[in-house]
């Protein structure tokens, strides 16, 4: 088993960092985290843009062009001989240097692998449970920045409510999941947050609006509030590991009848289509 560093593929064993790191000691640091798919990347231009969107939002220097990155990557798959459904998770940091808040002159630090990730088969078929909760977070959510404190408490909390997902709020209106973006379906319109600063832009958001568009559904990228969202005809989150996931409960109440709903289930099946999504559940 390999990880890949800025000094090359290693194994995954030996990568060790000195206890003064800019992502252990102040979170100051990006991520992505990348779907494969029998062994092939999903989306992964899209995860690599954002990602230097997310370096130059907070003035890191990713130390490979786009082409190298990528094609590390792939030789990273290659390398772990990835044939199964996994998941990439990379992050770079400000480096190592002794603790100051200031920038250090020092290399970034980059880390990436590949770990086995089955899809979560029972959940896309049934649906999920979330729960509600205070939005509490910072203004410039569009970074994937290390610091996910916040988002942390969040899910703890969903998990100790028997919950799938917490749908963060701020000032009454529904901004994204703790890892997810959230959709509601109200009299066969699609609503989700605009891609604002405030809300992570997910790479499975972009990708369902342009089916939903294909499809020809009508879309509003507009806020909506909390009661929008218990009284919708169907909810349900994106994200990279989580895909089109049915939500049929919020803080207890029902969505609807309880049970995934028919637009959801269409856009589900058109992003395993367009994900060349084997079934393997
Ligand atoms: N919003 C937040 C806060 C996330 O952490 C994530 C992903 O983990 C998403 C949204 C969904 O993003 P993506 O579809 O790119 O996985």
């Known amino acids: ?57 907070i003035r ?16 990273l798959a290659e390398k772990n001989a990835v ?28 880390y990436a692998y590949i770990e086995q990730s ?26 994937k920045s290390l610091n996910l404190l916040p988002n942390i408490l969040a899910k703890q909390t969903a998990k100790e409510k028997g919950a799938y997902e917490a749908i963060f709020h701020k000032n009454g209106q529904v901004t994204e999941g703790s890892s997810s973006n959230v959709f509601i379906v109200k009299d066969n319109v699609l609503y989700t947050h605009p891609a604002a600063q405030n809300i992570l832009h997910g790479c499975v958001r972009n990708r ?15 806020t909506f509030s909390t009661q929008q969202l218990l009284a919708a005809d169907e909810v349900f989150i994106t994200s990279t590991t989580s895909e089109v996931m049915p939500v049929i409960e919020v803080d207890g109440n029902c969505i609807r009848n309880g049970k995934p709903g028919v637009i959801t289930r269409k856009l589900q099946l058109a992003y395993e289509k367009v994900s060349e999504i084997q079934e393997t559940a």
């Open 118 to 143: 089955a899809r979560p088969a029972a959940q896309l078929q049934q649906g999920v449970r979330t729960i509600l909760t205070e939005d509490i977070r910072w203004d410039l959510c569009y970074i």
């Open 1 to 57: 088993n390999y990880v890949w560093t800025q000094n090359g593929i290693i194994a995954k064993d030996s990568l060790f960092y000195p206890f003064e790191e800019r992502g252990l000691q102040f979170g100051d640091g990006i991520y992505e985290v990348i779907r494969i798919y029998q062994g092939n990347y999903d989306l992964l231009e899209a995860h690599i843009d954002r990602l230097y969107r997310s370096a130059e939002a």
């Open 208 to 222: 369902v609006l342009n089916l939903a568009a294909e499809s020809a559904l009508e879309i509003q990228e507009t």
């Open 60 to 75: 890191l220097q990713v130390p490979f062009n786009k082409e190298t990155l990528i094609a590390s990557l792939q030789k």
């Open 83 to 110: 044939e199964t459904d996994a998941k990439l998770y990379l992050q770079i940091t400000r480096g190592s240097a002794p603790r100051e808040h200031t920038f250090p002159n020092v290399p970034s630090n980059l």
